[in-house]
């Protein structure tokens, strides 16, 4: 086994997707899990906070980081089950997340397909649960495995163990910063079927819908309203869509009769890029930061301004939406 390669003072401007100016005190790329617990003993031999990066796609760099980022550089996709209606795929987490998707559509493989061009790796996806057009991945995860940080043992969590809810996860409350992904097992369906229940989907799909048509229409929809974060410095959805209760809904639908929302469960859910929008954050700047022209859930930073500059530039939307429609927003990606 070699020795693993530990980088002192480097830059994570290239591994974050906000293209954020941020160094950190040490850092090593792991492509095994023998690497990969070698940098956990290094961390734990020289006392050193960890962070696990792989694209940087939802990470908000608030400053330098003082301890050991490590970056998920882990590959391999493997059929480990292969029934009559379903199959099921182990795959590393440093593995691209549209790869991954474009590779299941390629095989006629159903439940990722409404997925395709989230930025990304593998290993985030359980983190966030991430979701668009009416799928979530909590749908198709059989189990995230994973290494305990403080003992490099091997732990592997169900799907119900990993208490999956809206963009949120155990990964992000009691197991925060205790364990690294390091791969994630789906079960995919043969079966054609797909999840249209989005209506701009449905309507940019029209009669075609097999799991290649809904990804090409995605790709193609999210082509047109979602900037490339290799062009347009970004992490995607910078906010949470609010839930608000039937009450308050009333209120708000009274004084805007155009408010875009949706039920769920007794309550209901607002389109957080339409109040963005109806304040007038729409292409306002500060500081080198703005929303993006197109979808104003997204904060795009051109200039490659400081995350202190992005946060108060967030913390400044948040306050206007308060005020505006007594609604608090909530931030998606995860702050360091």
């Known amino acids: 086994m070699g020795q ?21 005190t040490h850092l090593a790329a792991v492509g095994s899990l023998a690497e990969l617990k070698q940098a956990l003993v290094f961390a734990g031999e020289h006392q050193l906070p960890i962070l696990v990066l792989g694209e940087g796609s939802n990470t908000v760099l608030s400053k ?12 391999g996709i493997d059929v480990v089950s292969d029934m009559e209606e379903f199959v099921e795929l182990v795959v590393a987490a440093g593995e691209n997340w549209h790869t991954l998707v474009a590779y299941t559509v390629e095989h006629g493989w159903s439940g990722l397909e409404n997925l395709a061009l989230i930025p990304g790796l593998v290993g985030a996806a359980p983190i966030q649960n991430i979701g668009a057009y009416g799928v979530e991945v909590k749908d198709t995860i059989v189990a995230v495995e994973c290494l305990d940080r403080a003992t490099g043992e091997p732990v592997s969590l169900t799907n119900d163990e990993c208490e999956f809810a809206y963009r949120d996860s155990i ?11 390091t791969a994630v097992r789906f079960r995919l369906s043969k079966n054609t079927a797909c ?11 029209g009669e075609a819908k097999s799991p290649l048509d809904v990804f090409k229409a995605v790709c193609d929809i999210r082509a047109r309203k979602l900037p490339s974060p290799k062009q347009t410095p970004n992490v995607g959805s910078f906010f949470k869509n609010p839930v608000v209760s039937a009450e308050q809904h009333k209120k708000l639908r009274d004084e805007f009769p155009e408010l875009v929302s949706f039920a769920v469960d007794g309550s209901y859910k607002l389109a957080a890029a339409w109040l963005i929008d109806k ?24 200039q490659r301004r400081s995350g202190s500059a992005i946060l108060n530039y967030a ?7 308060l005020s505006k429609f007594g609604v608090e927003l909530e931030i998606e990606p ?3």
């Open 4 to 24: 693993l390669k530990i980088i002192r003072n480097a830059e994570l401007q290239t591994y974050n997707s906000l293209a954020v100016p941020a160094q950190a």
């Open 64 to 75: 330098d980081f003082s301890g050991l980022v490590i970056l998920n550089r882990l590959r």
């Open 171 to 181: 990964f992000k409350r009691s197991l925060n910063d205790k364990l690294v992904i």
């Open 195 to 205: 999840n249209l229940s989005y209506p701009a989907l449905a309507a940019e799909v």
């Open 279 to 302: 304040a007038g954050w729409k292409q306002k700047a500060v500081n080198g930061v703005q929303v993006h022209q197109k979808q104003a859930l997204v904060i795009c930073n051109p």
């Open 315 to 321: 913390k400044q939307i948040q306050a206007d939406i």
């Open 334 to 336: 995860r702050i360091y």
